[in-house]
């Protein structure tokens, strides 16, 4: 008998290497903080990525629409709005347009 009361004594002490409840809840509470940490640092990388992705969208936009922009021709039509005519005579100087 009292060889089964020590073998069952042995058996129900805790290994070492198996860490205490208090330990384990306390690791557990570690590991429950930095998942959330890292959550938060996730989504604001993602929030920055899309709005790293709308900006560059613009700015593509923006080259896409100057790139097909016609300057000169612009400039023609400003030009073509208001002619002056300049006659000879300095108070003779006409507006047409």
């Known amino acids: 008998m ?3 009361l020590e073998t069952a ?3 129900s002490k ?3 290497s198996v860490p205490s409840e208090e330990a384990h809840a306390e ?3 570690d590991l429950d903080a930095t998942s959330l940490s890292l959550a938060k640092a996730i989504s604001d990388s993602e ?3 899309a709005n790293r992705e709308a900006e560059l969208a613009g700015l593509k936009e923006e080259a896409r629409r100057l790139e097909t922009y016609d300057s000169a021709n612009e400039h023609e039509k400003e030009l073509d709005g208001s002619a002056y ?3 000879p005579f ?3 100087t ?3 347009g």
């Open 2 to 4: 009292s060889r089964v």
């Open 9 to 11: 004594r042995i058996s």
């Open 14 to 16: 805790r290994v070492a």
């Open 27 to 29: 690791t557990l509470e």
């Open 47 to 49: 929030t920055l990525l």
């Open 85 to 87: 005519v300049v006659l």
């Open 90 to 92: 300095p108070d003779l």
């Open 94 to 96: 006409l507006l047409i």
